[in-house]
């Protein structure tokens, strides 16, 4: 495989655009007892940038985002779009949690996002108790675009872009 070059300014809304190809996030959690707990969740995106989620306590997941531990959300590429399974393209986040809890008056603003992302079927779930609403805040991004092109977004935002390693893979 042949490495093509690379505008780095190119990067930043390259990624953005991957992101905004989604409308789930894979999120990685860990329990109390340090357990690691993958799932998934639609998402919203907030104006500060945050990610929106509602999750149900029914779900393993959601007492790990209570404790208020940092969390990974991934998005990636799909198996059958990918040029090669090896290197899929993935963009990963690292956040701090908070939760929204509905005596909030934040609380009515989330959930507009959420209806206004997936339309008023959001009307139904908010009357379901068991169900909270958490602000995911990006810390940091990394994007992988392929073999030797992984870049880091050491603010979460897509104006600072940063190579990872521009020597690319050592062969053996």
Do not use: W
């Amino acid at each position: 495989m042949s490495a093509v070059p690379i505008d780095i300014d190119e990067i930043g809304p390259e990624a953005e655009a991957f992101l905004y190809s989604f409308k789930t996030l894979h999120l990685a959690t860990s329990t109390a007892d340090g357990e690691a707990v993958a799932t998934y969740a639609p998402y919203a995106m907030d104006e500060d940038g945050s990610f929106i989620i509602y999750v149900s306590e029914l779900s393993a997941h959601t007492a790990n985002l209570q404790r208020g531990a940092p969390i990974c959300a991934l998005f990636i590429e799909a198996e059958q779009d990918a040029e090669h399974l090896f290197a899929r393209k993935r963009l990963t986040y690292h956040c701090n949690v908070e939760e929204v809890s509905r005596d909030q008056p934040k609380f009515d603003h989330v959930m507009s996002i959420m209806q206004e992302r997936f339309g008023d079927f959001i009307d139904y779930m908010k009357k379901m108790k068991d169900f909270h609403a958490f602000k995911l805040h990006p810390t940091r991004a990394n994007y992988v675009r392929g073999f030797a092109q992984a870049y880091e977004f050491p603010d979460a935002k897509f104006t600072n872009v940063r190579h990872i390693n521009d020597k690319g893979h050592k062969g053996g």
